[in-house]
């Protein structure tokens, strides 16, 4: 057991996802996979990100969003569990020369944000290493984390077929990649890891644990294909 979590606290490390795990995968990330950044610090604009906010970006990654939101903001605070993703993005935070982004080895189960609270917390693809129920106890957690009236920003792959059609969705999600390349796409192979080793949820499943642990969904935007969905919430004014 690690120091830093209890016994019946899940290991997120252990759920990290292989390729996460894997110096050659972080290595070709940043060309396999783009942030959008422009497009998230724009949504994040009238929520908060501002010269005088503190962001926590959890599941930082290789940090896309954490250095665009650092010329921005205040502070940054990375967090991602993965030591291999984390080295790759202190390597960026120390060659952009950014004085102002912490990096933190932790999870959404482990990470403590004791400080004061803040304004806008960040989280694009990771949430969905975690099962349902850990999901609504890390979405609790990120309430917490926030100001009242602070802003979540989620970006996952969250699908929002039905059940019964999910064979044919799938299928066609994955055939749009069988000429990819591992080197600057997404292969079938990882789609399918994905499917069957990680813990992407339905959109119906997750709007209303949203909606308990204390955020409002002021947006939400969904992938033509209802593969991925992105949401804007707000806490509720405590």
Same mark, same amino acid.
């Given at each position: 057991?690690?120091?830093? %979590?209890?016994?019946? $606290?899940? #290991?997120?490390? +252990?759920?990290? *996802?292989?390729?996460? /795990?894997? !110096?050659?995968?972080? &290595? =070709?990330?940043?060309?396999?996979?783009?942030?959008?950044?422009?497009?998230?610090?724009?949504?994040?604009?009238?929520?908060?990100?501002? %010269?005088?906010?503190? $962001?926590? #970006?959890?599941? +930082?990654?290789? *940090?896309?969003?954490? /250095?665009? !939101?650092?010329?921005? &903001? =205040?502070?940054v605070v990375a967090v991602d569990v993965s030591p291999v993703m984390l080295?790759?993005?202190?390597?960026?935070?120390?060659?952009?020369?950014?004085?102002?982004?912490?990096?933190?080895? +932790?999870?959404?189960?482990?990470?403590?944000?004791?400080?004061?609270?803040?304004?806008?917390?960040?989280?694009?693809?990771?949430?969905?290493?975690?099962?349902?129920?850990?999901?609504?106890?890390?979405?609790?957690?990120?309430?917490?984390?926030?100001?009242?009236?602070?802003?979540?920003?989620?970006?996952?792959?969250?699908?929002?077929?039905?059940?019964?059609?999910?064979?044919?969705?799938?299928?066609?999600?994955?055939?749009?990649?069988?000429?990819?390349?591992?080197?600057?796409?997404?292969?079938?192979?990882?789609?399918?890891?994905?499917?069957?080793?990680?813990?992407?949820?339905?959109?119906?499943?997750?709007?209303?644990?949203?909606?308990?642990?204390?955020?409002?969904?002021?947006?939400?935007?969904?992938?033509?294909?209802?593969?991925?969905?992105?949401?804007?919430?707000?806490?509720?004014?405590?």
């Open positions: 057991m690690r120091p830093d %979590r209890a016994s019946w $606290v899940l #290991d997120e490390l +252990a759920f990290a *996802g292989r390729e996460n /795990l894997d !110096a050659d995968h972080v &290595a =070709r990330y940043d060309q396999k996979e783009d942030a959008d950044v422009a497009a998230e610090i724009s949504a994040l604009a009238a929520g908060g990100l501002n %010269r005088d906010a503190t $962001v926590v #970006d959890l599941g +930082a990654g290789t *940090g896309q969003f954490a /250095l665009a !939101a650092a010329k921005i &903001a =205040r502070r080295a790759r993005l202190r390597a960026k935070v120390a060659a952009a020369g950014l004085s102002n982004i912490d990096c933190v080895q +932790a999870g959404f189960l482990t990470y403590e944000h004791d400080e004061a609270a803040a304004d806008v917390v960040y989280s694009r693809y990771a949430l969905h290493h975690l099962p349902d129920f850990w999901k609504g106890v890390a979405l609790a957690r990120v309430v917490q984390m926030l100001r009242p009236g602070g802003t979540f920003r989620l970006w996952d792959v969250v699908y929002g077929f039905d059940p019964g059609t999910a064979s044919g969705d799938l299928e066609r999600w994955m055939a749009d990649t069988e000429s990819a390349s591992v080197d600057d796409g997404w292969t079938r192979a990882e789609l399918e890891e994905h499917v069957r080793d990680e813990h992407s949820t339905f959109t119906w499943l997750l709007e209303p644990m949203l909606e308990r642990v204390g955020f409002t969904i002021v947006q939400s935007d969904y992938s033509d294909d209802r593969i991925s969905a992105r949401y804007t919430c707000t806490t509720t004014e405590r």
